[in-house]
T-cell receptor
Framework: KAGVTQTPRYLIKTRGQQVTLSCSPI?????VSWYQQTPGQGLQFLFE???????NKGNFPGRFSGRQFSNSRSEMNVSTLELGDSALYLC??????????????FGPGTRLTVL | GENVEQHPSTLSVQEGDSAVIKCTYS??????FPWYKQELGKRPQLIID?????GEKKDQRIAVTLNKTAKHFSLHITETQPEDSAVYFC??????????FGTGTRLQVFP
């Protein structure tokens, strides 16, 4: 089975721009979660999607949004980029929402640099 | 709100020694505690997890202990090897809720 894939792997944007990141989960996985990873803060939960609906949201401003399609692929969007948005964005997929019953498999991440 | 504190932030050990990483969680309703290992430039991978109805779990050289009363859990790695060098993250979750991660521990194992 192919693993979780994320595109693009690297992205450079300037302040004020917007960006869209894509995540393709493992085939058959219906839950996709997004995390922001920075050196000082570790992994911070952004949101989780299951069956095309946002089920959980972390403490991020409204500039961060996402969606999930019927094939479980997910996108996240960041509008009006700020320097502090520079980070590695990881998505993780699992078969169901029950994290403790099904391991979350992480993608390789998208490295976003905001200049 | 929900919070997971992780210590130490860096840990250096000699090959063959043991390493211990400790985490404390704030939400007493948390019931699932996974540990992830992230090697340089790679994605996090689950190495061991424990549920709140278990006090200890072992898998070869790694073990996790949970103290629900004190709301802390620890990762123990015995007989460390250079390939154990990585960043380790603890996390806590209220099933089926989101995972709250600690800030990570960079473990260096010197030959």
């Amino acid at each position: 089975k192919a693993g979780v894939t994320q595109t693009p792997r690297y992205l450079i944007k300037t302040r004020g721009q917007q960006v869209t990141l894509s995540c393709s989960p493992i085939s058959g996985h219906r839950s996709v979660s997004w995390y922001q990873q920075t050196p000082g803060q570790g992994l911070q939960f952004l949101f989780e999607y299951f069956s095309e609906t946002q089920r959980n949201k972390g403490n991020f401003p409204g500039r961060f949004s996402g969606r999930q399609f019927s094939n479980s692929r997910s996108e996240m969007n960041v509008s009006t980029l700020e320097l502090g948005d520079s980070a590695l964005y990881l998505c993780a997929s699992s078969p169901t929402r029950r994290i403790s019953y099904n391991e979350q498999f992480f993608g390789p991440g998208t490295r976003l640099t905001v200049l | 709100g929900e919070n997971v504190e992780q210590h130490p932030s860096t840990l250096s050990v000699q090959e063959g020694d043991s390493a211990v990483i400790k985490c404390t969680y704030s939400d007493s309703a948390s019931n699932y505690f996974p540990w992830y290992k992230q090697e340089l430039g790679k994605r996090p991978q689950l190495i061991i997890d424990i549920r709140s109805n278990v006090g200890e779990k072992k898998d070869q050289r790694i073990a996790v202990t949970l103290n629900k009363t004190a709301k802390h859990f620890s990762l123990h790695i015995t007989e460390t090897q250079p390939e154990d060098s990585a960043v380790y993250f603890c996390a806590a979750s209220k099933m089926p809720d989101k995972l709250i991660f600690g800030t990570g521990t960079r473990l260096q194992v010197f030959p």
